[in-house]
């Protein structure tokens, strides 16, 4: 059994107490959150096949996809059944098809089972299912406690914070960030706190140009409070690499 190694980064001080904090993300989510398909009339297929779709992929561009998707393959037993040729062609233009491909075999896996599993642990087992799509499918689906961390998540948590230190990668700083956004959980409803923590992210806390103004805990804020919310997070700059590459185009007796 595949298991995940114990996060030791010790836990950073929230600027407000957690209880506050929570309640006042749910509410902003509640009032402003996108209504979206897998929102509206939610279940557990909607939940995956949007969780894979919008890995490397905003909203935006997934929308059509998962429509047209949905028609198709209705859930996971039409999905398994279906040759991989009738998947990928349905996929064809979101790219990354290896997710496609993951998202095919998880479909064969879970019809194998009596049920789905319940638990994030549970879900990392299965194919394609990394730690962060185990959170979101647990705590979305079935009410699991555990949080999610991925970019947009370290960017709030880190203006929240106020946490300037600098990051090699993404990873490092889901690494690090982990054990605030575990803290940080709303264990009773975490399905919504983690889409909350996601939305907040995508449509307010953004990288470039925050709305500060309409954030829900801008009052607590380090990172607005210094005026650093665009420069934080740090990550250090990754070295680039000039190729030139010289092409000729010779033509001879007309060819």
């Known amino acids: 059994m595949r298991k995940t190694p114990p996060n030791t980064t010790p836990q950073r001080k929230l600027p407000a107490p957690a209880p506050k904090l929570r309640t006042a993300l749910r509410a902003w989510y509640h009032a402003h959150c996108r209504r979206l398909p897998w929102r509206e009339e939610p279940s557990l297929y909607k939940t995956v096949v949007s969780e894979f779709m919008l ?3 905003q909203v935006e561009t997934v929308l059509p996809y998962l429509d047209r ?4 393959f209705s859930d996971f037993t039409a999905l398994a059944a279906a040759h991989e040729a009738e998947v990928l062609k349905m996929w064809e233009g979101l790219g990354y098809y290896r997710r496609a491909r993951l998202l095919h075999a998880l479909a064969r896996e879970l019809v194998k089972l009596p049920k789905p599993p319940r638990t994030r642990e549970a879900w990392l087992e299965l194919p394609g ?5 185990a959170a979101a499918i647990s705590s979305i689906a079935f009410n699991a406690p555990a949080a999610v961390v991925d970019g ?3 960017r709030v948590l880190a203006r929240l914070l106020g946490e300037g230190r600098q990051f090699k990668d993404g990873s490092e700083a889901v690494k690090f960030f982990t054990p605030t956004a ?5 264990s009773a409803h ?5 889409q909350a923590m996601m939305e ?3 449509t307010v806390c953004t990288r470039r140009n925050p709305l500060c103004t309409v954030c829900p805990w801008v009052n607590h804020c ?3 409070a210094r005026g650093e919310t665009e420069e934080i997070p740090r990550f250090v700059a990754k070295k680039m690499t000039r190729i030139e590459v010289t092409r000729l185009w010779i033509e001879r007796d007309g060819r």
Do not use: I, R
């Open 190 to 194: 975490p399905g919504d706190h983690n």
């Open 129 to 133: 299912v990394g730690p962060y799509t």
């Open 55 to 57: 890995q490397q992929t």
């Open 152 to 154: 947009n998540v370290v």
């Open 222 to 224: 380090a990172a607005a």
């Open 69 to 72: 998707w949905l028609n198709k």
């Open 182 to 186: 575990d803290a940080l959980l709303d």
């Open 200 to 202: 907040l992210g995508a």
